[in-house]
């Protein structure tokens, strides 16, 4: 069956792979399944055709046949769940994998998200220039914690799971703001992650469309 995914028109990133769309397009090139795209625009993601299939009017959908899923977690759940390469067989390892990408979302996203935003949206504010580093510091107390746990190891939980996924494309945001190189070890992490065959070609085809004339 067919799996088709939704993704910007034209990424405000300009292609350097922050939108969403990386990280599920990446999962797909791990385990080997061909997918389409439907390219949106920010005026479509908010018109009924697009609301039936995202409630809350963004990108990602994941279709595939009568389904049709958003959120990042559960579409990257459902493709690792579905076809091998992205999750342990052990019961306990997979729990504990499945348990690295509720943590990359629910844990380590919302403070970069919540910095991203802060210098986006917030930087005219009055309030801004001291707001700023408290931010900063909420960022920095998880990941301090991740990479101790991280250690000196490859990976989150021996191989590479859907959870390193997860974990590194949500690293991945922090690039713009140069928090990540305070981390030496979790932006070596980063990279390792880059460095997969299967990430390089998601990159290369969202990037494709972010370039694209016209
Ligand atoms: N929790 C949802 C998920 O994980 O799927 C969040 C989905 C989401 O926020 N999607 C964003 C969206 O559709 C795109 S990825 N936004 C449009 C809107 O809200 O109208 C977020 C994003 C946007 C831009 C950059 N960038 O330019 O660096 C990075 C990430």
Same mark, same amino acid.
């Given at each position: 069956m067919?799996?088709?995914?939704t993704?910007?028109?034209?990424?405000?990133?300009r292609? @350097?792979?922050l %939108?969403r769309? /990386?990280?599920?397009?990446?999962? *797909? &090139?791990e385990?080997g399944?061909p997918y389409e795209v439907r390219?949106v625009s920010?005026a479509?993601?908010?018109e009924?055709a697009?609301?039936?299939l995202?409630?809350f009017?963004?990108?990602?959908?994941?279709?595939?046949?009568?389904?049709?899923?958003?959120?990042?977690?559960?579409?990257?759940?459902?493709?690792a769940?579905?076809?091998?390469?992205?999750?342990?067989?052990?019961?306990?390892?997979?729990?504990r994998?499945i348990?690295w @990408?509720?943590a %990359?979302l629910? /844990?380590v996203?919302?403070?970069? *998200? &919540?910095?991203?935003?802060?210098?986006?949206?917030?930087?005219d504010?009055?309030?801004?220039?001291?707001?700023?580093?408290?931010?900063a510091?909420?960022?920095?107390?998880?990941?301090?914690?991740?990479?101790?746990?991280?250690?000196?190891?490859?990976?989150?939980?021996?191989?590479?799971?859907?959870?390193?996924?997860?974990?590194?494309?949500v690293l991945q945001?922090?690039k713009?703001?140069?928090?990540?190189?305070?981390?030496?070890s979790?932006?070596?992490?980063?990279?390792?992650g880059?460095?997969r065959?299967?990430y390089?070609?998601?990159?290369?085809?969202?990037?494709e469309?972010?370039?694209?004339?016209?």
């Amino acid at each position: 069956m067919t799996i088709t995914i939704t993704a910007f028109e034209r990424s405000p990133d300009r292609g @350097m792979g922050l %939108a969403r769309d /990386t990280r599920v397009r990446w999962a *797909l &090139e791990e385990v080997g399944q061909p997918y389409e795209v439907r390219l949106v625009s920010f005026a479509a993601m908010k018109e009924p055709a697009h609301l039936k299939l995202h409630p809350f009017g963004k990108i990602p959908t994941y279709e595939e046949g009568d389904l049709v899923l958003f959120e990042t977690g559960s579409i990257i759940l459902h493709i690792a769940e579905h076809h091998p390469g992205l999750l342990p067989n052990d019961a306990n390892a997979r729990a504990r994998a499945i348990t690295w @990408m509720f943590a %990359a979302l629910n /844990t380590v996203e919302p403070p970069i *998200l &919540e910095l991203a935003n802060a210098k986006l949206l917030e930087s005219d504010k009055p309030w801004s220039k001291e707001r700023l580093p408290l931010v900063a510091d909420r960022v920095r107390g998880p990941l301090k914690q991740l990479s101790a746990r991280l250690g000196e190891a490859d990976w989150l939980e021996g191989a590479f799971s859907a959870g390193d996924l997860m974990m590194v494309h949500v690293l991945q945001r922090l690039k713009p703001s140069g928090l990540l190189n305070e981390f030496p070890s979790l932006a070596a992490y980063v990279a390792r992650g880059e460095a997969r065959p299967a990430y390089k070609r998601a990159f290369a085809a969202q990037l494709e469309v972010n370039t694209r004339k016209g």
